[in-house]
């Protein structure tokens, strides 16, 4: 397959990159700094590219040939400063819908193109009809125990209007919560999937290692079972 992924140097999307070239897929990665990360990528089958997410023009002239396109955009650059991307994510919660409308714009041209946007668990339901997301007391409890200002509360809902953006369209278009507690760890192709609802291990954590959601990411490129849904795996 031919894959496009936007943020390919970042957390998530680095290992997807590593994930889909392990597996035999050709990649166009996307990096706001393209010849700087081309030529730290000295591999077969992946080009390197830079594009604006917020033109939708500019996304659509990268689409031409790709099967899918796989979007794990954020502000700034998260893998090398964190804070920054915290920062210009509170400072403007509306970029993340504002990145799900220009994808589906770009998609009216390419229409056969699958889209997979990367976004958040906070819109995932904690319980039936009770999502974490619109609720300031779970958010906060939240954000204090990974460690994020209460005011990223803002870019968690941000995450969710993109969701609510993407719902309304009807593109190809597929969103992934990663688990609420998600980081750089062992590849082990072993984790449950779910839907609306975080999937939890036996100790009522949702968690997963980057590389696993990088595993899911690719399941889903090769094997599409979420169209026009949402998906989220766990431990």
Do not use: C
Request: glycine content about 10%.
């Amino acid at each position: 397959m031919h894959i496009g992924v936007i943020g390919a140097t970042g957390t998530i999307g680095s290992r997807v990159v590593t994930e889909a070239l392990g597996r035999g897929h050709h990649v166009k990665a996307f990096s706001r700094d393209a010849s700087s990360a081309a030529g730290k990528e000295q591999r077969e089958n992946i080009t390197w590219s830079s594009v604006d997410v917020l033109d939708p023009a500019a996304v659509a002239a990268a689409l031409p040939g790709l099967d899918v396109l796989i979007s794990g955009f954020q502000p700034g650059n998260a893998a090398h400063d964190i804070t920054d991307t915290v920062q210009r994510s509170i400072a403007d919660p509306t970029v993340y819908a504002a990145a799900a409308r220009a994808l589906l714009k770009a998609l009216e041209r390419h229409p056969r193109t699958r889209l997979i946007v990367i976004g958040g668990a906070g819109s995932l339901e904690v319980e039936p009809g009770v999502v974490r997301a619109d609720s300031d007391d779970l958010l906060h409890a939240t954000l204090d125990q990974v460690g994020l200002p209460r005011a990223y509360a803002a870019a968690v809902r941000g995450h969710r209007d993109a969701l609510n953006v993407l719902r309304t369209s009807n593109r190809l278009w597929t969103y992934f919560s990663p688990a609420e507690d998600i980081a750089p760890g062992e590849r082990t192709g072993r984790f449950r999937t779910g839907g609306d609802q975080p999937v939890v291990d036996a100790e009522g954590r949702s968690r997963i290692s980057a590389e696993d959601a990088a595993v899911a990411l690719i399941d889903e490129a090769e094997l599409p079972r979420f169209v026009q849904r949402r998906f989220t795996i766990g431990y």
